[in-house]
């Protein structure tokens, strides 16, 4: 069963011209850090994940006034297929168990100038 649905857009340009290590380091854990610098115009690849991110907490009818942190979140890569995920922790993953969220499907987009992601959690009504 559909629990929620979050998507969210990201203006690459707006969000590079912000992007600075203070911010990145708030926003990405190490991983997605490492990931994104390695790629060749990473700042997408933020944008990308912000936009996850930001679609998680929606998807969860949960945001950053409920205590959920960026860092809570991480957007993952499976090596093989390359496809991402996203990983909870702490506060986000207190709430994923507590709605009875099950599993957040995710799925990330991104140009030069846009990036956008959607996350549609399923589970069972508590």
Known sequence: MVLGIGIDTVDVVS????????LTNELFLAAEIEYCRSQ????ENFAAR?????????????????????LDVEVARNAETGAVFLVLYRKA??????????K????ISHTRS????????E???V
Request: charged share 20%; proline share 2%; aromatic share 12%.
């Open 50 to 70: 912000f936009a996850a991110k930001e679609a998680a907490f929606k998807a969860m009818g949960r945001g950053l006034s409920s205590g959920i942190r960026f």
């Open 93 to 102: 993953l207190f709430f994923q168990n507590s709605l009875g969220i099950q």
């Open 114 to 121: 846009n990036a956008v992601a959607i996350v549609v959690a």
């Open 15 to 22: 969000f590079r011209n912000r992007l600075n290590d203070r």
């Open 40 to 43: 060749a115009r990473p700042w």
């Open 104 to 107: 957040l499907h995710v799925s």
């Open 123 to 125: 589970g069972r009504a």
